[in-house]
């Protein structure tokens, strides 16, 4: 069994919660889950702005609990019954993180430690979700997956600042691997989960 929670706020009362970037909604969506100081993370977000706030998604392998900062008229949660990952098509949206890894720099060099970059051309995202599809289990039809860039994310974490770069995935996917899709719903796609990258939104078909 799984869960999904949403959260709907105005912009007030975001700010009044400290939620101005996407590492404050980090934080503050740890405290869905009290009492779970040092252990691993077992839940996906996603983050977006609506017409007058913001709405925020939490996929979980265990029950969420509302946060104090959340009202309780913003709150809803339900169950997922595991039939739901068991479909063979969807249509989906993942907002994503798509990186590479670089090794070199642009002489040639070989660098001490690998450095992550963006990747922004059509060609080389769609080649990117490609390889996550087949370890996650999943096809989906090129031609007809919209690539939406997003606006980038700055953010503050212990004092120093971070970047992550952003990319929507709309399409529909085939299932080929159920028990390898439902462990890629589970823990999400690429990287930066824990800053709200990751979920597959879905919706069977």
Known sequence: MSYLAKIEIDHETAYKAGLRDSYAWHQKSWQAFPGRDGEERDFLTRLNEI??????????????????????SSWECKEIAPAFFTHATYRFSLMANPTKKVRSAADGTLL????????????????WLRRKGEAGGFTFEAEKTRTIPRPRQVFLKKGQAGLHTATEFVGLLTVTDTAAFQIAAAQGIGPAKA???????LSPV
Do not use: H, I, Q, Y
């Not at 913001?54 to 104090?68: K, Q, V, Y």
């Not at 001490?112 to 080649?127: G, P």
């Open 112 to 127: 001490k430690n690998s450095r992550r970059v963006a990747l922004s051309k059509r060609e080389d995202l769609l080649d």
């Open 51 to 72: 017409d007058e706030g913001f709405r925020l998604l939490l996929l979980s392998a265990t029950s969420p609990t509302r946060p104090a900062w959340c009202p309780e």
């Open 195 to 201: 800053f709200g990258f990751g979920m597959l939104c």
